[in-house]
C-alpha cells in the first residue's frame, strides 16, 4: 500500500491508473494524428497540441475515479470495469465539448475528440483485460502473515475471503499454549526463524493479532522481521487502513491518542478547506439559484406546506444550527417527532423521491456552508435526540463532532443510507476515520466519488 496523504492506496492500483493515464495521451495523439491525415493537413510539433492532450487525459482520468473505475468491482469484473468506462469517457467528452464551447479553441480539436472517445475506450477496456489475463486478481492482493490464531486471526480470514479484500493471508502462527481456533494454524515452535519463513512466503507484512498482548508480545520474533523488511501492523492499524474506517470493536483509548492522526498541524489545510468553501459556496448558489426556485415551486404545487425545510441540527464541537433543505416529505411527516427515513418511506412525495435521487434536496444546504455552520466535506450532521441518544449507546459518538459536518463525506460515499443504532455505528466508524485522518487530498477525493453515488444513488432514501 502507498500512503497518499494519510490516505492508503494499493500500489497495484496507482499502477494501473497511471497506465490507463499514459494510454489516454497516447488515445489523443493517435486520434490527433488520424484526423489531420484524413484532411491532408500537417501534423505539426506536439507542442501545439500538448495543451489539448494533457486537458483530454486529465478530464477523462478524474471522470473515472469519480464514477468508481479504481474500485474492487471494476478491478475484478471485466463487464464492470467496462460500464464504468464507458460512462466516464462519455462524461469527460462531455464536459471538455462544454469546455471547448464555453472557451473557444481549435476547431481541429472539436473533430478529434469522437475519435479519441473511441480510441480511449478500446485502450482502457484492453487494458482491463490484459492486466486480467497476465496478472491475474491475485496480484492485486498483498500477502500478509497473521501472528495469532484466535478470535481476530478469524476476523482476518474471513475478511481476507470478501472479493473486494486487499489482502491475502499466507499463514496463521498459532502463539503460545491455546487451542487455535483457525484450523490450517501453524505452531510457532515448529517455525525456527519467523523472518526467513515470511521471507519464504513472500509476506510483505505481518499483522500482530494476538488476542491479549500484556507480557505476551513476541519481541523477538518481531525483531526479526522487521529486520528482513518485512512491515509489521498491529490489528486495528491494519483494519483501518483495509476498511478505510475505525473499528469500533477493537478502538481503545491508548491506539487513538499514539497512533497517527488528529494532527496540530491542519491548520493551514482547515484555512485552505474554507477558502474553497466560501468560494465554491458562492458560485453554487448563483447557478443553483433557478434549480432551486424551479423544484421549490414543484414542492409547493404538489403539497401542502413550505417549500424548505427546517431542522435543528448538531454541528461543530457539539453546538447547534439550522439546516435547510428542499422539503421532500409530507409537511406533517414529523408531527410525532424525528425518525429516520425507512425504504420506500410513505411520508415521502412523489417530486421528493426524486429530488432525494438526485440529491437536489441538499442545494440549499450550500447557504450552510457560506455561513460557516456547515462545510461541503464532514460528516452528516444529526438532528439534537438523535445525537443524545447515539452518544449514550456508542463509543466515541462525540469524537464525530471534532470537524464540521458536511453535505458530502467519507460515510456517504462508502456506507447506504443509515436507518437504525447499527447502522449509525457503521457510519460512525467512516466519521472518525475522516475525522482521524482529515487532509485536503481525501476532500478532494471525496468530491470526486461523490459524483458516482449520484449517478448510481444505491443509498438514497
Same mark, same amino acid.
Given at each position: 500500500?502507498?500512503?497518499?496523504?494519510?490516505?492508503?492506496?494499493?500500489?497495484?492500483?496507482?499502477? !494501473?491508473?497511471?497506465?490507463?493515464?499514459?494510454?489516454?495521451?497516447?488515445?489523443?495523439?493517435?486520434?490527433?494524428?488520424?484526423?489531420?491525415?484524413?484532411?491532408?493537413?500537417?501534423?505539426?510539433?506536439?507542442?501545439?497540441?500538448?495543451?489539448?492532450?494533457?486537458?483530454?487525459?486529465?478530464?477523462?482520468?478524474?471522470?473515472?475515479? /469519480?464514477?468508481?473505475? #479504481?474500485?474492487?468491482? *471494476?478491478?475484478?469484473?471485466?463487464? &464492470?470495469? =467496462?460500464?464504468?468506462?464507458?460512462?466516464?469517457?462519455?462524461?469527460?467528452?462531455?464536459?471538455? /465539448?462544454?469546455?471547448?464551447?464555453?472557451?473557444?479553441?481549435?476547431?481541429?480539436?472539436?473533430?478529434?475528440?469522437? #475519435?479519441?472517445?473511441?480510441?480511449?475506450?478500446?485502450?482502457?477496456?484492453?487494458?482491463?483485460?490484459?492486466?486480467?489475463?497476465? +496478472?491475474?486478481?491475485?496480484?492485486?492482493?498483498?500477502?500478509?502473515?497473521?501472528?495469532?490464531?484466535?478470535?481476530?486471526?478469524?476476523?482476518? $480470514?474471513? +475478511?481476507?475471503?470478501?472479493?473486494?479484500?486487499? &489482502?491475502?493471508? *499466507?499463514?496463521?502462527?498459532?502463539?503460545?499454549?491455546?487451542?487455535?481456533?483457525?484450523?490450517?494454524?501453524?505452531?510457532?515452535?515448529?517455525?525456527? %526463524?519467523?523472518?526467513?519463513?515470511?521471507?519464504?512466503?513472500?509476506?510483505? $507484512?505481518?499483522?500482530?493479532?494476538?488476542?491479549?498482548?500484556?507480557?505476551?508480545?513476541?519481541?523477538?520474533?518481531?525483531?526479526?522481521?522487521?529486520?528482513?523488511?518485512?512491515?509489521?501492523?498491529?490489528?486495528?492499524?491494519?483494519?483501518?487502513?483495509?476498511?478505510?474506517?475505525?473499528?469500533?470493536?477493537?478502538?481503545?483509548?491508548?491506539?487513538?491518542?499514539?497512533?497517527?492522526?488528529?494532527?496540530?498541524?491542519?491548520?493551514?489545510?482547515?484555512?485552505?478547506?474554507?477558502?474553497?468553501?466560501?468560494? /465554491?459556496?458562492?458560485?453554487?448558489?448563483?447557478?443553483?439559484?433557478?434549480?432551486?426556485? !424551479?423544484?421549490?415551486?414543484?414542492?409547493? !404545487?404538489?403539497?401542502? @406546506?413550505? *417549500?424548505?425545510?427546517?431542522?435543528?441540527?448538531?454541528?461543530?464541537?457539539?453546538?447547534?444550527?439550522?439546516?435547510?433543505?428542499?422539503?421532500?416529505?409530507?409537511?406533517?411527516?414529523?408531527?410525532?417527532?424525528?425518525?429516520?427515513?425507512?425504504?420506500? %418511506?410513505?411520508?415521502?412525495?412523489?417530486?421528493?423521491?426524486?429530488?432525494?435521487?438526485?440529491?437536489?434536496?441538499?442545494?440549499?444546504?450550500?447557504?450552510?456552508?457560506?455561513?460557516?455552520?456547515?462545510?461541503?466535506?464532514?460528516?452528516?450532521?444529526?438532528?439534537? /435526540? &438523535?445525537?443524545?441518544? !447515539? %452518544?449514550?449507546?456508542?463509543?466515541?459518538?462525540?469524537?464525530?463532532?471534532?470537524?464540521?459536518?458536511?453535505? =458530502?463525506?467519507?460515510?456517504?460515499?462508502?456506507?447506504?443510507?443509515?436507518?437504525?443504532?447499527?447502522?449509525?455505528?457503521?457510519?460512525? $466508524?467512516?466519521?472518525?476515520?475522516? *475525522?482521524?485522518?482529515?487532509?485536503?487530498?481525501?476532500?478532494?477525493?471525496?468530491?470526486?466519488?461523490?459524483?458516482?453515488?449520484?449517478?448510481?444513488?444505491? @443509498?438514497?432514501?
Amino acid at each position: 500500500m502507498i500512503r497518499l496523504f494519510k490516505h492508503y492506496i494499493s500500489y497495484n492500483v496507482v499502477l !494501473l491508473s497511471l497506465i490507463d493515464l499514459m494510454l489516454l495521451v497516447l488515445a489523443g495523439e493517435l486520434a490527433w494524428r488520424f484526423r489531420v491525415a484524413q484532411i491532408g493537413a500537417a501534423v505539426g510539433q506536439i507542442s501545439d497540441r500538448a495543451l489539448e492532450i494533457v486537458a483530454f487525459s486529465a478530464v477523462i482520468w478524474v471522470a473515472m475515479i /469519480a464514477v468508481g473505475s #479504481y474500485g474492487h468491482q *471494476a478491478l475484478r469484473s471485466i463487464r &464492470f470495469a =467496462t460500464a464504468r468506462l464507458l460512462v466516464a469517457v462519455s462524461l469527460g467528452v462531455l464536459a471538455i /465539448a462544454l469546455m471547448n464551447f464555453v472557451f473557444p479553441g481549435s476547431a481541429l480539436w472539436r473533430s478529434v475528440l469522437l #475519435y479519441a472517445m473511441g480510441l480511449a475506450i478500446l485502450f482502457l477496456v484492453g487494458n482491463r483485460v490484459l492486466t486480467g489475463r497476465l +496478472l491475474g486478481v491475485e496480484n492485486f492482493r498483498r500477502t500478509v502473515l497473521v501472528l495469532g490464531a484466535g478470535e481476530r486471526a478469524q476476523r482476518l $480470514e474471513r +475478511l481476507a475471503e470478501r472479493p473486494e479484500s486487499g &489482502f491475502r493471508v *499466507a499463514a496463521f502462527i498459532a502463539m503460545g499454549n491455546a487451542e487455535p481456533l483457525v484450523v490450517s494454524a501453524v505452531r510457532r515452535e515448529t517455525i525456527a %526463524d519467523l523472518g526467513r519463513y515470511a521471507d519464504g512466503l513472500g509476506a510483505s $507484512e505481518v499483522v500482530l493479532a494476538l488476542q491479549e498482548r500484556r507480557n505476551s508480545l513476541p519481541l523477538k520474533d518481531l525483531l526479526r522481521v522487521k529486520t528482513k523488511g518485512v512491515d509489521v501492523a498491529d490489528f486495528s492499524s491494519f483494519l483501518e487502513r483495509e476498511m478505510g474506517r475505525v473499528d469500533l470493536d477493537t478502538l481503545n483509548p491508548s491506539w487513538l491518542i499514539f497512533s497517527d492522526g488528529f494532527s496540530a498541524g491542519r491548520r493551514l489545510s482547515s484555512i485552505a478547506k474554507r477558502a474553497f468553501d466560501i468560494v /465554491a459556496s458562492l458560485l453554487l448558489l448563483v447557478v443553483g439559484l433557478p434549480l432551486i426556485g !424551479l423544484f421549490a415551486l414543484l414542492v409547493k !404545487l404538489e403539497s401542502d @406546506g413550505p *417549500a424548505f425545510f427546517r431542522q435543528k441540527r448538531v454541528g461543530l464541537y457539539g453546538q447547534e444550527f439550522t439546516l435547510i433543505k428542499l422539503r421532500s416529505m409530507r409537511s406533517d411527516a414529523e408531527a410525532g417527532g424525528s425518525k429516520w427515513a425507512e425504504k420506500d %418511506d410513505p411520508r415521502i412525495t412523489r417530486v421528493g423521491r426524486f429530488i432525494r435521487m438526485v440529491r437536489i434536496d441538499e442545494l440549499p444546504q450550500v447557504w450552510s456552508v457560506l455561513k460557516g455552520e456547515m462545510s461541503f466535506v464532514g460528516p452528516r450532521p444529526e438532528v439534537p /435526540a &438523535f445525537v443524545t441518544m !447515539l %452518544d449514550k449507546e456508542l463509543p466515541y459518538y462525540a469524537e464525530r463532532h471534532v470537524v464540521k459536518p458536511g453535505i =458530502t463525506g467519507w460515510a456517504q460515499i462508502n456506507y447506504p443510507y443509515g436507518a437504525s443504532t447499527e447502522d449509525a455505528r457503521h457510519k460512525l $466508524e467512516y466519521d472518525l476515520y475522516y *475525522a482521524k485522518n482529515y487532509t485536503p487530498f481525501l476532500d478532494l477525493l471525496i468530491l470526486i466519488q461523490t459524483a458516482r453515488v449520484i449517478l448510481w444513488p444505491e @443509498g438514497a432514501r
